[in-house]
C-alpha cells in the first residue's frame, strides 16, 4: 500500500489490495476506508477510478477506463472515470468498462460485464449485466 500512494494513489490505510492485484496509472485511483481489492484484479486506471467505502472488490474484477474509437482510421484512445459507490459487492470476475457508475450499495453478480450505469441498491448480472432486482438488506 505504502508503494501505491508514493505513486499518487489516494488509498484509505484501512483498506485492503490483495498483493496479486494489477494497478496500472495508480495515481488515478482513489479507494475508500475499509475496501479491498482482490485476488488478480487489474484496475486500468488511465481515466480516474472512485472506489467508496466498504465496497469488495472480487478476485479477477477488471476496471476498465480506457478504449479505442472503432470508427476511426486512426483508432484514438478513448477514457472515461469509473465511480463505485459505497458498500458495493464487485463478485468474482466482473468486467466495469469506461464511463461507468455503480451506484451505493449495488451487488454485480460472477462474471457480468457492465457497460452502462447502475441505480443505487441494484442487483445487476449477466453479459451485458442486466437488472435482477432491488438488494434488500433485513435485520437478522
Do not use: Q
Not at 480516474?48 to 472503432?70: D, M, R, V
Amino acid at each position: 500500500m505504502l508503494l501505491l500512494k508514493f505513486f499518487g494513489a489516494n488509498v484509505d490505510w484501512t483498506s485492503s489490495i490483495h498483493p496479486s492485484a494489477k494497478i496500472e496509472y495508480p495515481w488515478n485511483l482513489k479507494i475508500g476506508p475499509l475496501s479491498s481489492l482482490g485476488e488478480k484484479s487489474w484496475i486500468y486506471a488511465m481515466a480516474p477510478i472512485t472506489i467508496g467505502e466498504k465496497t469488495c472488490i472480487g478476485k479477477e474484477a477488471y476496471l476498465i477506463t480506457g478504449s479505442h474509437n472503432i470508427s476511426s482510421n486512426n483508432f484514438e484512445l478513448i477514457t472515461r472515470p469509473i465511480n463505485i459507490g459505497d458498500c458495493c459487492w464487485l463478485t468474482t470476475g466482473v468486467t466495469i468498462l469506461p464511463g461507468v457508475e455503480i451506484g451505493n450499495y449495488s451487488v454485480i453478480a460472477a462474471n457480468s460485464t457492465v457497460t452502462k450505469s447502475v441505480d443505487s441498491w441494484s442487483v445487476m448480472g449477466g453479459n451485458p449485466a442486466k437488472f435482477i432486482k432491488k438488494r434488500e438488506i433485513k435485520n437478522a
